[in-house]
């Protein structure tokens, strides 16, 4: 009973300074899901105060409800971090199960009631919090401006153990109870409520006040991005998409992986917006620039130059390669066009490798000499600097 009001009060103190030191500053996904998260955390553990009174055949299945929300929005705020949604149905669901489980296996006489689907529920929560960490720190450990987010890269490590190590001990809590009973001397000595209590305050500490720079961090990012990405298409501004294609380059030298610069320029822009009008002319743009993102592939980034004008950076193609990417760029806008009802399109692309002792500056170049190419050879057209200049399959 004390560790359960000490655990009620360390969360509503851990509650009120991080919705007062982080969320309110920041207004970041990941803290506002963290912040409910902890709300969750402070109230569960009050009901479970109500035990042994008259009020324990309501209290302690809400209590149990309210512990899968806790875990829940725990997982919410690591997949906010990857800029993946959440379903609140889904946790919804999930607490009304654990809940009407409780209310069928007699509360009011059975503290343990339905704590079996609670247990399982909760470590796979923690489980996927975890993954969704680990998935975060590797790809921070690896991007070329790591060192401007140590801290940030820090906490996403510890969170990845805590949340690893709070799966597992759920895990095995579930399989003892259902193995062992929560009567057994076994369950008790190792994952009974005085040994999960503390587990839950250590971490709880730990963790809120690491993850505190997770939550400036995302906000960051998101400030980050506003003032990188064109306005209008979405892609990469000018200065962002050459500060990219700098560390790719860079990255080359390392690894060994080829990189191909390409210059795209829209056929003929100034005739749609003359005819059809900029409202018009700025939805081109936009779909050339969606279908730019959806065919990147990994490692790979797009940027708008001005204008009509638009550069890609390409990993791992040589020549024939970069025809068919930019063949499958030509289908996905063709698409894109036809779905939006706006005019047909066509696109003039320059291509160029990355050599030894290049500069991006260097290769942007002779990719934009290799696009007017394209241009006088017709449009519509691939040429690759330094290969035969033939038109792509699309032309």
């Known amino acids: 009973m004390t ?3 000490t655990l009620g009060i360390v969360s509503f103190v851990v509650l009120a300074l991080f919705w007062a030191g982080v969320y309110r500053p920041t207004r970041s996904a990941f803290a506002g899901w963290w912040t409910v998260s902890l709300l969750w955390s402070t109230a569960s553990p009050v009901l479970f105060l109500l ?12 209590a149990s409800g309210m512990a899968v929300c806790a875990a829940f929005s725990m997982w919410f705020a690591t997949r906010s971090l990857r800029g993946r949604s959440s379903s609140i149905r889904v946790m919804a669901l999930a607490a009304v199960v654990v809940t009407a489980l409780a209310f069928l296996d007699s509360p009011a006489t059975n503290t343990w009631a339905g704590n079996g689907l609670l247990f399982a529920v909760m470590s796979t929560c923690f489980g996927l919090g975890a993954w969704d960490m680990w998935v975060v720190w590797r790809d921070r450990r690896f991007r070329p401006d790591r060192r401007n987010d140590q801290e940030a890269l820090v906490a996403s490590f510890v969170s990845g153990v805590a949340a690893s190590l709070l799966s597992a001990f759920y895990a095995v809590r579930a399989v003892l109870f259902v193995a062992w009973g929560p ?7 190792v994952a009974g409520s005085g040994t999960t209590t503390i587990v839950l305050q250590v971490c709880l500490v730990a963790v809120t006040f690491t993850v505190s720079a997770l939550g400036y961090d995302q906000r960051t990012q998101e400030l980050r991005r506003q003032v ?7 892609v990469l501004g000018r200065s962002a998409w050459m500060d990219g294609a700098r ?10 992986d080829s990189v191909a610069i390409v210059v795209a320029d829209i056929d003929h822009f100034k005739a749609i917006n003359d005819s059809r009008g900029h409202a018009v002319g700025d939805a081109v743009l936009l779909a050339f620039g969606t279908a730019m993102a959806d065919v990147l592939r990994r490692g790979e980034i797009a940027g708008r130059l001005g204008g009509e004008e638009f550069a890609l950076a390409l ?12 063949d499958e760029l030509n289908d996905r806008l063709t698409w894109l066009l036809r779905t939006d009802r706006l005019p047909a399109t066509t696109v003039s692309y320059g291509v160029s490798h990355v050599r030894e002792r290049d500069t991006v500056e260097s290769v942007v170049e002779r990719a ?11 449009r519509d057209t691939v040429v690759v600097d330094g290969a035969d200049e033939r038109p792509s399959a699309s032309a």
Do not use: C
């Open 368 to 378: 934009d000499a290799a696009m007017y190419r394209a241009k006088q050879a017709g």
């Open 315 to 326: 990993i791992g193609v040589d020549a024939e390669g970069a025809r068919r990417r930019m």
């Open 183 to 189: 009567e057994s001397p076994l369950f008790n000595a």
């Open 228 to 234: 990188a990405h064109d306005d209008l298409t979405h």
């Open 247 to 256: 560390a790719l380059v860079d990255n080359r030298v390392r690894s060994g």
């Open 51 to 62: 035990d042994g009174t008259r009020w324990q055949a309501i209290a302690n299945p809400l």
């Open 3 to 5: 560790l359960r009001i």
